[in-house]
């Protein structure tokens, strides 16, 4: 049973028609709000990470998705649950953390509980004024593919740290940065429907996501994704490039002509279906992509 | 510890001013923003429900924060973290539940995972527009106390279920109703500031948590709360009315001349501090009130 199989039964049921884009955009309020939960021994281990840190990257989770919707990140709620023995001085640096990520963004309520593990689930709301909301479904064939940064490091550090390793890696694993201005320099410019996405289940993920949604090819050229070189010494360095998660870079496909400031155009969109790496089709991937149902 | 200490520790580290309410009110947005987290075997136990109700539940919990600030319920999104061997049948049966409370609500997205337990967190958006909106610091002296219905059905029912019994309060317990016709009933029509909040967390929390944000003495007549007869065959049956959680009534405090239909008066609003039940004040309650981190 995969993540994915449960999303097409959670369409079926609610026979909804937004749910697609890392946030829904409500148009008629102007804003757009997305939702992750963030789950003990699943998607992080107190034995890698601190409260301050785990406060801090929860934010930035979310406000990625805000960043490749093109809003502008404003408002979060945070639903944390915790377990009976937790102390003060969690909350405190966990909320610290959180403040820090927020620059510019108000925390305005959320819940608190009793639980198990440590959970916690953030809403958040972008402002859609004087911004153009993407849609990954917005691919179209003549345009280019960009990305707001390197890929790969996270998952670099990920495998650091279960080495006991602290490096630049793992740094960028446990406290990454959304991509708040490359969002920004898009949505507040683009005169046209553009696709974006945050690559926070791994590039080639982002990629397969876009093609399909668009029904287009999207046709990259590998060796202008930026990653840093240090990561050619991990095995199958391409993998974690390609398929590693949790960078929360920004993909993007906007027209030919249109600049982006600190941008690297990876490729281009064509008329045709999936994605190619130098060429060639990806195919049998399915066990490489992220899947929080499969261990 | 508990939930209260909690939450000044976070208002301290964040410095925000916006917590206090079942919502946060976001006034340039013109909505309001609401989050809570239901956990397995705290706050339900599948011995008790099924995904259908629970779906149903959830949602209304959340609709009743909505109703709580006077806003039009709107949009909601689900995070929801599974065990992996979940199954479908769950996910379907817990949407229909979640799509039959949603009447007129949109469900437009949320995040699904992996996880230990089940845990729930639903984030709820309500349009302020042509709505007064509530606080619960707005309680005046000279109000009256109204309520939107019974209380203690809720708690009588977790009881029965405790003892394997299904009954009319067990049905109240498990597929509780938000009251959203008596929240619109008063934020469409009123004209001046008043306090309103839900008492899922018991009546007389709520009565407590309006006189301290309101700096009030809230005066209240014990024979005036409409409960169901059938209640007093339990043991300390008041303080199922009183402090019992989960019966998601509305409590508001209006002015004496404003007519809310379908309304029970309980009270009146006084100079003063605290809660009074028959002229006695309320003192000592702490080990009566609902607390998720206290077993």
Redesign the interface.
């Known amino acids: ?1 995969k ?1 994915k ?3 097409e ?2 369409k079926n ?4 028609d ?2 697609g884009d890392d ?2 955009y ?1 148009k008629d ?3 757009v ?5 963030l ?1 003990e ?3 992080f281990s107190m034995k890698f990470t601190n409260p301050y840190k785990l406060g801090y990257k929860s934010a930035m989770v979310n406000i990625s998705d805000i960043a490749a919707s093109g809003a502008e990140p ?2 979060i ?5 915790l377990p ?1 023995n ?3 001085s969690f ?2 640096e966990f ?2 953390g ?2 820090d990520a927020c620059e510019n963004i ?12 440590i ?1 916690i ?1 953030i ?1 958040i ?1 972008g ?1 859609a004024k004087n911004r153009k909301i993407s849609s990954r479904k917005n691919a179209k064939p003549g345009y280019k593919i960009i990305v707001s940064g390197k890929h790969g490091a996270s998952s670099a550090g990920l495998k650091d740290l279960f080495c006991g390793i602290e490096s630049k890696f793992s740094k960028i694993h446990l406290m990454p940065k959304a991509q708040i201005e490359f969002s920004k320099n898009i949505s507040q410019n683009i005169q046209t429907e553009y696709a974006m996405m945050d690559t926070s289940d791994g590039l080639m993920d982002a990629l397969l996501q876009i093609a399909e949604a668009s029904n287009v090819l999207l046709d990259v050229d590998f060796k202008k994704i930026p990653y840093d070189k240090e990561i050619e010494k991990y095995e199958n360095y391409q993998d974690l490039i390609l398929y590693g998660g949790e960078d929360y870079q920004l993909i993007a496909c906007v027209p030919k002509d249109f600049n982006v400031q600190n941008s690297f155009e990876i490729g281009q969109v064509n008329a045709g279906n999936g994605v190619e790496i130098n060429g060639k089709l990806v195919k049998n991937f399915e066990n490489k992509l992220f899947d ?2 499969k ?1």
């Open positions: 049973m993540e199989e449960f999303i039964i959670i049921t609610i026979k909804g937004i749910i946030c829904a409500l309020l102007g804003i709000l997305s939702q992750d939960n789950v021994d699943i998607h404003k408002y709620t945070v639903g944390l649950s009976q937790t102390d003060k909350i405190k909320y610290k959180l403040t108000k925390i305005v309520g959320g819940d608190i509980t009793g639980s198990d593990k959970f689930s809403a709301i402002s929080h149902f261990k």
